[in-house]
């Protein structure tokens, strides 16, 4: 950009700058909406391998906190893990901040 | 129309003026709304991402897993159950699983030790077991050789006695790969050495990062597991909408039994990262805290010199719609600008990124975490719902007060002098 487009940038009108601004956000925003789309779909066979896997290992969790393993395998916890090293002791790992109980033990029977 | 769009123009060149008069307010207030914004569309791309990933991949979990409870904790399941279960009138298939965790002292991390489906189980009564990759280890038909010494192959890794395959976090995290030797500690202090005979794959991480493939006979050997107990059993039923039916009599033949079912284990991660749980919550009512001091600051009234200003445009001819009008402007330029810049940096973090930001807190206490990158699953829906959450109530609580200080007279503005 030249002495000439910073001049006309300078001289240009605030409303002019704004809607510059809000437009290159809605095109940007549009292309990341594209991007999206074309993500999943070239993403499917990765996503497919990994339903192979579960399916094949007969896996039931994701492992997103190996911390403990009531976190590792949260479908698979025991019913009591809020309580499960003695009574008084509470939930301390910090990714037990994050999840919530699986719903069966949430469910009142 | 071309005379309301000068008019809305000339408005906005006034407004962006008025806020650059301000310059340090108003670029703090603007990088604080930004700030929020980005928090929120991080946390809803990321948990509705993994929420969705989880449900494509988990869709083929067993459709029922048999624990067995004593005093409230998962403990081993004897080998005679399965032929319990079996009898039970819509059951297709049994099969046992062995597994387990290993904590591994030298990095501080935990294993999920497995054995693949039909690889050394001691009990595998499953009716179909094509959908897994057994190769038999000898040829011709010396079955009772080839029952003890089973393959398994992955990706070109063949699993015999005295190998394992490892997940990709495990590689990275020891440094190791094929065919190095990982020791453990079996469960009578002798020190097992294992051969590595593959990695699972990294694009799987999200699933197996800990995973330690073993064949069943090497389980039982570091674990000191007899051969009549298994770790659970899964259930596969004939009828797919009476699993509900099939469990609760699995529940009533052996009520010492915890069926889970598939069902349960897909709504588990559908509400795992639930708003209303945890440090959600605390991010949601940290983020709605902001915004009630942002609309408490605008509703609870204006400054002395927004309101004299206000009190100038009056007595030089702006009528109040003028005013209104310009004040709306103000909280659209502010919003508009925070919600574009904060979604589009939230997009990039998660997805491009890999949610730096979140790492730390979600890696918690583990040393060994997966690497993984979350397929971008944004629709226009999450847009607009993060829109009406963050641009919405701003704009509104600008115009509000505005409405009493604009329709006050103009003299009285101008004489206002305090706070």
Known sequence: MGLRGFIRIAIMRNSSLFFIYITSGVVLLSLLLVHAFFSESARQPVLEEKAMLVKMLKLTDLCLFTEARYTRHLSQADLNTAFQDHPMSLEHFPSGSFTQPPESIRKFP | MRHWIEKQRYIIDFTISSLLRRKVKNFGLLALYTLIVFILASTMFFTYSI?????????????????????????????????????????????????????????????????????????????????????????????????????????????????????????????????????????????????????????????????????????????????????????????????????????????????????????????????????????FSAAVLAFVIFAWDKASGLSAGERREIGILKAVGWETSDVIQMKFWEGAVISLTAFFTGVILAYVHVFFTGSIVFGPALKGWSNLYPNFELTPFVNLEQLTTLFFLTVVPYTVATIVPIWRAATIDPDSAMRFTGE
Not at chain 2, 71 to 82: E, F, K, N, Q, T
Not at chain 2, 113 to 125: C, K
Not at chain 2, 170 to 187: N, Q, S, T
């Open chain 2, 51 to 283: 929420k969705k990933e989880a449900s494509l991949i988990l869709k083929g979990t067993p459709e029922i897993i048999v624990q067995k409870i004593v005093a409230g904790r998962h403990d081993l399941l004897p080998v005679s159950y399965i032929d319990i279960i079996k009898k039970i009138r819509g059951v297709a298939a049994v099969e046992s699983r062995l597994w387990g965790y290993y904590y591994d002292g030298l990095v501080s991390a935990n294993y999920t030790l497995l054995t693949p489906p039909g690889n050394g189980s001691s009990a595998d009564h499953s009716k179909s077991s094509a959908k897994t990759t057994v190769v038999e280890s000898e040829s011709g038909g010396q079955q009772q050789a080839d029952k003890s010494k089973p393959l398994f192959e992955l990706g070109g890794a063949v699993l015999e006695p005295g190998t394992i395959i490892i997940g990709n976090g495990i590689a990275r995290l020891r440094d190791i790969g094929k065919d190095d030797y990982m020791p453990f500690r079996a469960f009578d202090g002798n020190v097992l050495n294992f051969r590595i005979a593959g990695t699972l794959s990294s694009q799987s991480e999200l699933v197996s990062s800990d995973l330690i493939l073993i064949t069943g006979e090497d389980f039982k050997k570091l674990f000191g597991i007899d051969n009549n107990y298994v770790t659970d059993v899964t259930v596969a039923v004939n009828n797919p909408s009476e699993i509900d039916m099939v469990a609760s009599k699995i529940r009533k033949v052996l009520p010492e039994a915890r069926p889970i079912s598939r069902v349960e284990i897909l709504r588990t991660y559908d509400s795992i990262f639930n708003w209303r749980g945890g440090m959600m919550i605390v991010i």
